[in-house]
C-alpha cells in the first residue's frame, strides 16, 4: 500500500525521505492558488525560484517576472502573487518567472529528492486526487507555512488530500492524521474556521481580501501544474 504523509512546514522537510514521493506543495494563500488560476486562464510555464535577486535575472531574461514579499508586490516587478492578477488575456502563452516568501521557497526546497513536485490548492483539490490515484508513488503533502511555522489553511489543504486518498494509502504520521481531522471540523465552514488565522489577519491589514474567499474555493479547475526541469507546467 502506498503511504500518504504531511509535512506541516518546509522547515521540516528534511525529517521526510521523498526519493519514492510525490510532493504536492501547497500555499493556499496564496501562491499555488494563484499557479493553479495562472494555468486555468492559459500562461504557459512558471519559473518558481527562491530569491528576488534570481526573479530580478530571469525578468531581464525575457520572462514575466512574479514578486512577492511579506504578501506586497516587491518594486520592479510586473506580477504579484494574488490569482486576481492572472485573469488577463495578455498572459495567455506567457512565460512567468516567480518568487514569493514561502511557496516558491518550498518547491525549490521539494524538487531535487522528489520523484515529482506538483502545486496544490482547493482550487484543483480534485484533479490533484484523481492524478495521484493513477500513480504508483507515495504522496507527501508539503505545507509552505509562513516563515517557517505552520499555517491553519495549508494544513486545511493537506487535510483535504488524506481525507480524499484515506481509504487508499496508509496514513502513517500524526501530522497527517492531524490535518485531516483538522479538515474534517472545518471542511463545512471553512472561511469561519480560518477567522482570525495568522495570514487572514495580515492579507486583512494589507486590504487583500478578496483573495480569501477565492482561495477557499473547492475544484473550480481542472489544472494539475507539474514541476518538468526547472518549470511548473499544465500536465
Ligand atoms: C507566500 O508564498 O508566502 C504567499 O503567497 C504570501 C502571500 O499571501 O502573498
Redesign the pocket.
Known amino acids: 500500500m502506498k503511504n500518504i504523509d504531511v509535512c506541516l512546514t518546509p522547515d521540516l522537510l528534511h525529517l521526510h525521505s521523498i526519493d519514492n514521493s510525490i510532493v504536492i506543495v501547497t500555499?493556499i494563500?496564496?501562491?499555488t492558488s494563484?499557479m493553479v488560476t495562472a494555468f486555468a486562464y492559459g500562461i504557459e510555464s512558471i519559473l518558481p525560484v527562491a530569491t528576488v535577486d534570481e526573479c530580478k535575472d530571469l525578468q531581464a531574461r525575457g520572462y514575466i517576472g512574479a514578486a512577492?514579499r511579506n504578501?506586497?508586490k516587491v518594486e520592479g516587478f510586473e506580477l504579484?502573487?494574488s490569482p486576481f492578477s492572472y485573469m488577463d488575456e495578455r498572459l495567455i502563452g506567457a512565460k512567468i518567472a516567480m518568487t514569493?516568501?514561502?511557496?516558491?521557497?518550498s518547491i525549490t526546497k521539494a524538487k531535487s529528492a522528489a520523484v515529482k513536485v506538483l502545486a496544490g490548492a482547493f482550487l484543483n483539490l480534485n484533479a490533484i486526487v484523481k492524478y495521484l490515484q493513477t500513480q504508483p508513488y507515495d504522496v507527501l503533502v508539503l505545507c509552505?507555512g509562513?516563515k517557517g511555522r505552520p499555517n491553519l489553511e495549508d494544513t486545511l489543504f493537506a487535510g483535504a488530500v488524506v481525507d480524499a486518498l484515506k481509504d487508499e494509502y496508509f496514513v502513517a504520521e500524526d501530522s497527517a492524521i492531524l490535518s485531516m481531522r483538522t479538515y474534517q471540523q472545518a471542511k463545512d465552514d471553512m472561511i469561519g474556521y480560518l477567522a482570525n488565522s495568522s495570514?487572514i489577519r495580515r492579507?486583512h491589514r494589507l486590504g487583500?481580501n478578496k483573495d480569501i474567499s477565492y482561495c477557499l474555493q473547492r475544484d473550480l479547475y481542472d489544472v494539475v501544474p507539474i514541476l518538468r526541469g526547472n518549470e511548473l507546467v499544465n500536465m
Do not use: K
Not at 100 to 105: K, W, Y
Open positions: 500555499d494563500f496564496r501562491a494563484c512577492e504578501a506586497q504579484d502573487n514569493t516568501t514561502n511557496g516558491t521557497l509552505a509562513w495570514h492579507l487583500i
